[in-house]
């Protein structure tokens, strides 16, 4: 007996490393197809073909496109955290946090097309400013404007960094008014550099 | 011949008048329900009641609901530009444009409150920055910016500085926050005058 529920716990673990591998798989192939052709080439059909496997497991895993999407979301959100949090400076720890700002702003900028894209297709965006992603996000920019002792209020000032690399408006910049991301890097950095006072810098 | 085309224009004319004069009537209608009980509470049945007019004229001067938001909107962006362009400074002309640009975040968050309900009612803002309401807010804006020789990208920083300002963002600090519209401003001052060369100020 102890032997049958130990074989069922390994074939229980085993199968849950499948379905996360599985669930990666797919989510990489539906990034490479917004990357490619667009966020409105994500279909569930086009995700399967893409990874090898059949319909009916695209939707088993994400229940709908939408649920698709934002699972897609979550994971750029996930990496770019990863990369704030753990990975090496000036995004990641080590580095004035002046210069952490500046690499955080030209970090959300380099996945933009992608994420931003995705979030036109996602549904509803009412709930952005108390969801999760966003105040992570924003935990992390005030932090580091009270690091590098920035004057007034922090949180608001988040906000409006936040703000300037809003994907929906860098996409119009982008897009539409032609600046380059880089363009709009430099922008940001110029704006860090000014509203976080001189003896941090 | 000529009399009666003569009185033919006098009465369209008139007809005009009266026609525009209704309409104000009703937007007057629709903003005072607005402000006393919330966007949800303009239909129009109620703005019909208010102004004590029947229903169908509503509906002759605005199609439909959306219709009438838009209108709304549309009326207090009006406001806002000709308090900017033709009021009295600090707002309008005769301040020196940083102080413009104080006492203009200090007005747009002055309506925010209508404006950002009527927004949420109103349909899709997919087209916001393309719009001309936002741009001409936004030339102003990057107007003042120059004229106070702030360096770098204005356009940006104009996209920025109205970002801080967006209603969705300003409703939700202020009513899921607790920050008072007046922190607010204070916050949009500090930033404003940290973006600006001190030279200007």
């Known amino acids: 007996m102890g032997v049958t529920r130990g074989s069922s716990l390994l074939s229980e673990g085993q199968e849950r490393s499948d379905a996360a591998r599985n669930r990666q ?6 990034e490479a197809l917004v990357r490619e052709q667009g966020a409105e080439a994500v279909t569930m059909d086009a ?48 580095a004035p946090a002046i210069e952490r700002l500046v690499a955080f702003g030209r970090a959300r900028l380099a996945g933009i097309e992608v994420e931003g894209d995705v979030l036109r297709e996602a549904s509803s965006n009412a709930e952005r400013y108390s969801g999760a992603p ?57 704006l860090v550099r000014r509203v976080v006072p001189v003896d941090a810098q």
């Open 25 to 30: 798989l797919l989510l990489d192939a539906a």
């Open 134 to 190: 966003y105040n992570v996000t924003k935990s992390h920019v005030a932090l580091l404007l009270r690091q590098a002792n920035t004057p007034g209020n922090t949180n608001l000032l988040a906000d409006t960094l936040l703000a300037a690399l809003d994907a929906g408006l860098v996409l119009h910049q982008h897009r539409v008014q032609g600046y380059t991301l880089e363009q709009i890097g430099d922008f940001f950095e110029s």
């Open 47 to 94: 995700v399967a073909k893409r990874a090898g496997v059949g319909k009916g497991t695209v939707f088993r895993r994400f229940g709908n496109r939408s649920g698709l999407m934002h699972a897609l979301l979550d994971q750029s959100e996930k990496k770019l955290q990863a990369a704030y949090m753990f990975g090496p400076p000036p995004l990641g720890p080590g």
